[in-house]
């Protein structure tokens, strides 16, 4: 029997379909993340406002608190949990960012949304003197034109010292 001989240029193309494979499968498993990041501003007398920004894929849309209806999309909302140390909620939950709102025929209804980038505010009370730390859960829906990934829940934490 005689031994197969590649060339060079065979095992390049094998090569390149293997990392075009592989990069393809990468950026559908990370497509349509949403990046969070939080800051703490002290604004004095035991009251800080805790800040949490939203990083939305191009293309993609995350919806607003604000959703009239039962039967449309899963409205952004936050539930905050003590870890260390006592706090107190002071208001509601704030937004900010781009708003746009459309009639959603698949929805039947209005909906809110935010591209690009969307920042949520939420006042605290806390005891000056003792560190807190606390847990923000954000559950959210992620859209584009054509589809919604399933709805996530994101655990964010956060100290105030």
């Known amino acids: 029997m005689k031994p ?35 800051q703490v501003t002290k604004l004095g007398n035991g009251i800080a406002e805790l800040n949490f920004t939203a990083n939305i894929p191009a293309g993609w849309h995350i919806y607003s ?17 003590p870890a260390k140390g006592a706090f107190e909620l002071e208001g509601t939950t704030n ?11 698949v929805f039947e209804m209005d909906v809110n ?3 690009g980038t969307a920042t949520f505010k939420q006042r605290v009370r806390y005891k000056e003197g003792e560190p807190v730390q606390l847990t923000a859960i954000v559950s959210y829906m992620l859209c ?3 589809e919604c990934k399933p709805p996530v829940d994101e655990e964010l934490t956060i100290i105030i010292e």
Not at 95 to 105: A, D, Q
Request: hydrophobic share 40%.
């Open 65 to 81: 608190q604000s959703m009239d209806g039962a039967k449309g999309p899963l409205p952004t909302t936050f539930e905050f949990e």
């Open 144 to 146: 584009n034109e054509n």
């Open 113 to 115: 949304y935010y591209e």
């Open 4 to 38: 197969l001989h590649f060339s060079a240029r065979a095992y390049f193309v094998v090569f390149a379909l293997v990392v075009a494979t592989l990069t393809m499968s990468f950026r559908a498993q990370t497509a349509g993340n949403v990046r969070w990041s939080s």
């Open 95 to 105: 937004e900010s960012g781009k708003l746009t709102s459309v009639y959603e025929p």
